[in-house]
């Protein structure tokens, strides 16, 4: 018996492990089912799903030159699903923008600008002497 990929066989759990479970496919061939494979959700004991001597029908999705076979349960039920019919593309939304209202700036005097400018920039200044302060001289804290 040859066995080839995507072909869907039926097989009984033979064995229960950790990562998955071994399928005795007849024939003296056996196939690994690994726990991610097995079901559509998640599966954290792989013996809450599947039994030892269990009948189950798989879809084989690799065959190794080692003699090691693949197989899946979870894509033979997503092949047995019929697809879902795809939405009719549709043109992308354009999104209504509200138009930027610019009003002129004032016209201010250099020495307005000026004094702004130097406002800030002491503002910015005592910040940065705050934030570092008592940063300074490891384990003391502040100094004065």
Known sequence: ????VGEKLSGK???ITHFGAFIDLGEGKTGLVHISEVSNSFVKDINDVLKVGETVEVKVMSVGDDG????S???LQEDAQPSKPQREARAPRKEYRK???HSAPKKQSFDDLMSDFMKDSEDRLLSLKRNTEGKRGGRGGRRN
């Open 1 to 4: 018996m040859s066995i080839e």
């Open 73 to 75: 349960i979870r894509r």
């Open 68 to 71: 090691k076979i693949g197989l």
């Open 99 to 101: 138009p930027a209202v």
């Open 13 to 15: 759990v033979s064995g």
